[in-house]
């Protein structure tokens, strides 16, 4: 790679910046200055700027706690974005939310680069676990439940997979919802099957990663590579 698209792409900042550090000699590799921006870069090669090393990420996984009243999008005319939220600390990456939540909803939206992480996260034969915390306007039933493990069947005749639902922690209109695939408005649609409306839906955990709940609304941090496993395997 060259000398100047690595710099900015570890830096987080622009190639004519980073090609005026270069000519001021501000730029080593493997402790020996570099004025060529065009000078490729070994593999493993230790290289700093103005004396700090520089370790450039193929790729970032940010874990967000979406608020209300934002879009599930990488940009939007009207509404703030996912990535409106993020994007200032990663100017050069062109990032995207990997799946969506209703503007109404909150919670875990995962932020990436990574087409092919993203892609693997809603592809449904991988099943991806997501779980959601939700509130209802009338008590959780036994016929909820067993519908839910059996597959709802929605009003226009579609049937879905088996979830799992259980009582949440927040009384008798709260509920746990586990899903293993994306259907448009999924979780409103089913428990419209039984009359009841949803009041509140939070996404709380994707595969076996949990959100994390120092974040708080609008909250956001990158993910170590194991938490990044823990998504797909979990």
Known sequence: MRLDKYVAGAAQQSRSDVRRAIQKGLVCVNGAVCRSADAQVPAGAAVTLNGQPLVLQQYVYIMLDKPKGVVSASADKNDVTVVDLVGRAYPRRSLFPAGRLDKTSTGFVLVTDDGAFAHDI??????????????????????MAAGF???????????????????????????????????????????????????????????????????????FRELSPAEVARILGG
Not at 154 to 174: F, H, I, K, M
Not at 205 to 210: D, P, R, S, T
């Open 149 to 219: 493990a059996a597959g709802v069947r929605l009003a226009d005749g579609q049937r879905l997979q088996p979830a799992e639902l259980s009582p949440g922690p927040d009384g008798p209109c709260s509920a746990r919802v586990v899903l293993r695939q994306g259907v448009y408005h999924q979780i409103k649609r089913m428990f419209g099957v039984y009359g009841a409306g949803v009041n509140e839906l939070r996404r709380t955990a994707i595969g076996g990663l949990a959100l994390d709940a120092a974040l708080g609304p609008g909250g």
């Open 122 to 143: 809603l592809a449904p034969r991988r099943h991806v676990p997501k779980t959601y915390e939700v509130l209802l306007d009338t008590p959780l039933t036994p016929e």
